[in-house]
């Protein structure tokens, strides 16, 4: 029997720690609880690689611990046949702040990596694998299939198009189509990270971010008139409250910059339009896909928790209504996991019936700690540390794992076209 595949896990945004090498004792500038240095992981308008607060050298740290580190251990425990044969599961750390396809040219590098050293270990030399399995929550999962459309298409540069590197894979919380919560962290700020009251920093750092713009909803009805109900797109800089762009002006004055702002805010929106589409262009059955198709792949997809279902936008200024969360069941179009709501979570090469629902009564008696931290991380953030969402995802990549696992039809869907090893359980 072959060796289990090496396994990444792709972290989402705001969820690897950065940071700073240029003192000679790294500092943090962003992790889990003690530091969100929003000044200093700011972008510079002139070089969207680097940060307006020079001298610097920002990297990126492996995926935060609290939000991963359960997922990451238990892959590497159940997906092990034997404890002195262990499959290597990596953490892919990332700088979250930029733009997708460069975080994706990255992965391409890591998979290249992880295979060259999985070889290296004495129990792959006498199969050594040639393709590894990807798990990805949130952005991570428009990470993976930006970098796997690269593969098929040559077209997104740092990734060569050719043979696929991947078996299998996981994706958890994707907002394929996007989330209503990115709409409102570029207009209010990140202030919802930290707390209710946003400061001038933190929408600066959110509206100099490439990848929050790619975060932004476009499914159908995510942004709407509020008189005339007709959709508003959210990828024209017209259809934006003012204030982002006056934001931009001003922070490009501060920092001695002259780019236009205008120009700019425009850059940011075309190439979050760009992404989406290329992400569901994705073709898992046409060449260079991963081996199995669409059977390859499973999408998790929360339900049932408080969510932002769309923003209504006022014409006039234009101005921005983001109105309560949506507090409606698991069954209603407008549900969702809190942070990516139901229709954003849908992509475009997997059918609605091979998604797999879970919910937050899916957390087992065993999960206590788990509930507790649903306050501080929300539903979203908390899926990876979902037992059952660790046992879907371990038995999609291992055919020889037993446990329980079970899922629940998303909205919309009575046939689910799921696995035969998934239990369907009514909402």
Known sequence: MAAQNPVIVVPGITASVLEDRYPIDPVDIWNASTKKD????????????????????????????????????????????????????????????????????????????????????????????????????????????????????GAIPGI????????RVVTIGTPFHGSVDAVHKLATGMGSLTGPAPRDREREAARMMPALYQLL????????????????????????????????????????????????????????????????QLDLDGPNAIPEGRAGWIAIVGLGAKT?????????????????????????????????????????????????????????????GDKALLHFAGFHGMLPNVNLVQRLAIRHLRADYRAEFWAHPVPGVTTPQWPAWIERRPL
Request: hydrophobic share 40%.
């Open 38 to 153: 929003f000044e200093r992981i700011t972008l510079h308008p002139d070089d969207l690689r680097y940060e307006a607060q020079e001298p610097a050298r920002v990297v990126a740290r492996n995926p935060i611990q609290l939000a991963y580190g359960d997922l990451v251990e238990a892959l590497r425990h159940d997906l092990s046949k034997k404890k002195d044969k262990p499959t290597p599961v990596f953490a892919f750390g990332y700088d979250w702040r930029r733009d997708c396809f460069l975080s994706a040219a990255q992965l391409g590098a890591m998979v290249d990596e992880v295979l060259e050293r999985t070889r290296l270990l004495p129990h792959y030399k006498k199969e050594p694998p040639e393709r590894v399995d990807l798990v990805a929550h949130s952005m991570g999962g428009l990470v993976v299939a930006a970098y796997l459309r690269g593969r098929q298409t």
């Open 217 to 280: 909803p476009s499914f159908p009805e995510a942004a709407v008139g509020s008189v005339d109900r007709l959709p508003v797109d959210l990828f024209d800089r017209v259809n934006w409250q003012k204030s982002v762009l006056a934001t931009m002006k001003e922070f490009i004055r501060m920092v001695g910059s002259e780019r236009e702002p205008t120009e700019l805010f425009e850059q940011f929106l075309g190439d979050a339009k760009r992404l989406i589409e290329t992400v569901n």
């Open 160 to 167: 060569s198009q050719g043979d696929c590197k991947v078996g």
């Open 308 to 368: 932002l279902s769309h923003v209504e936008v006022e014409r006039a200024g234009p101005w921005f209504k983001l109105l309560e969360p949506a507090d409606v069941g698991p069954k209603d179009i407008r549900t969702g996991d809190g942070t990516v709501p139901f229709r954003g979570a849908q992509p475009g090469f997997l059918a609605p019936e091979q998604l797999l629902g879970v919910t937050p009564d899916d957390f087992s008696i065993w999960e206590v």
